[in-house]
């Protein structure tokens, strides 16, 4: 995975050469108690989503295990998560 990888590209990179289907991921993702949707496996491997709550970063550590990545190299792809709640709307004002 080259530098200028973004999250999306290297999921998708990932998923593809493990030959897995999102609802065979998701089923492993379920044995190891981390449930995640395949809708939400397929924002984020497209781009649309990305990871964010403690739940998701906890699926991404899984999912680098069943895709067989070295750990840490798809999460050290996510950039910071976004601010949530009321602060977050006052810098909108």
């Known amino acids: 995975m080259s530098s200028a990888t973004t999250f999306s590209e290297a999921l998708r990179t990932a998923i593809s ?14 044995e190891r ?5 395949v809708t939400a ?3 984020w491997q497209s781009g649309k989503r990305q990871p964010e ?5 906890r699926a991404i550590l899984a999912l680098e ?3 067989e990545v070295p750990t ?10 976004r601010p949530r709640g009321a602060a977050s709307r006052r810098h909108l004002m």
Request: aromatic content about 2%; charged content about 10%.
């Open 17 to 30: 050469s493990s030959g897995l289907s999102l609802d065979r991921i998701q089923i492993r993702l379920q």
């Open 53 to 57: 709550r403690q739940q998701s970063l």
């Open 33 to 37: 108690g981390v449930p995640v949707s």
């Open 41 to 43: 496996l397929s924002y």
């Open 72 to 81: 840490g190299s798809l999460l050290s792809l996510l950039p910071p998560p």
């Open 65 to 67: 295990q069943i895709l």
